[in-house]
């Protein structure tokens, strides 16, 4: 119903028991209050800008209270500082503490592991260039220390992690890095790198260090492949040396053995032969004191036998003819033109004349005549 309506005749913007306001002086109402606490007005407040004042106050107090409400997770841990210093440790749940600026909270993660990317170029023992890429996995271990003891604790364990870094490649030759201490690059800049963290008191705990990429700079890859190959080739000739070896020393040793043995039958043949030939020195002695001309000349007559037997050549004297037999006895026992010398040999002794039986009788008595001289 409108406030003009015939029959209504009371104001509906006007209150019980005070005069009519408009909208326009309720905001300056507010306003005036306002101003008298907040200590804007040109004269001295009112009691009822003072109670608004009051109230005002609380509530600001209250909502500076309320901000001292935090919350700590299970996996966190809250480091209370009361004017910048250490206060306490608060374990997970809802805790109060003195708003700022009189004390300050750090909420720390202490079991979250975090991963530190690290990669460099650097220097290796025997002055060599090598790229090492890694990943550092670390987590908070002592907040308390995490937040008081280093002012930066993530630029110093970067700092730190080149620093054991260099000095486990720094103390060995890229070719070690490279084949055989692989495998011990992690562990030992773990060790160094958590030494050093303990040493500076920094609350870190250094979970594990992953090797990714330990390589030579493209500059030098060339090099470095020519130095691999060579290194197979040295493997392989060693391996054919031991082969070698392993086959040559059994044959050696063997070698060794059957001349040690032959070296023995010959020295039994040698001392037996020297026994033999003395005994029969001495039974040809003992034959020959007693008969001194039969042992002498069958001494002369085995010696000629001998000498004739192992002479190629055979001369006949034909004596008071003047004609010599020749006989070649070299091709003869060669056997290749055995035929044609047997048949040479014979048609040459069938031209020659055959001497008188007189002469032959005279050569004989010769012989025989030298024979017994």
Known sequence: MAWNESGNGEDPWKKEGGSPNDLDRIVQNWQRKLSGIIGGGRGAPSAGGSSGGLVLAILLLIA???TGLYRVDEAERGIVQRFGAYSVTTMPGLHWH?????????VVNVTAVNNYPFRTEMLTADEQYVFIQMVVQYRRSDPVKYSFEVVDPE????????????????????????TEQRDQIAPRTQQILQNTL????????????????LDYPQSV???????????????RYVLEADT???????????SAARIMQDAAAYHDRVIADA????????????????????????????AVEEVYANSKKVLIDSSGTGNLIYLPLDKLVGGETRESSLSDATRSADSQQLPPASNQQDAEANRDRRTRQ
Do not use: H
């Open 98 to 106: 003195f708003p700022f600026p009189i004390e300050t909270v750090d």
């Open 64 to 66: 500076w209270t309320l």
């Open 155 to 178: 630029s110093t364990l970067q700092d730190v992690t080149e620093g054991a870094l260099r000095e486990v490649v720094g103390t060995s030759s890229l070719e070690v890095l490279v």
């Open 244 to 254: 070698y070896a392993k086959d040559i020393i059994p044959k050696a040793r063997g």
């Open 198 to 213: 303990d040493g500076y008191q920094s609350g870190f705990t250094i979970t594990s260090i992953s090797l990714e990429k």
């Open 275 to 302: 026994e033999g030939e003395a005994a029969r020195f001495e039974a040809i002695l003992t034959e020959y004191k007693r008969a001194p001309q039969v042992t002498r000349k069958r001494l002369y007559l085995q």
């Open 221 to 235: 890859q060339a090099a470095v492949d020519d130095t691999q190959k060579a290194r197979n080739d040295s493997d």
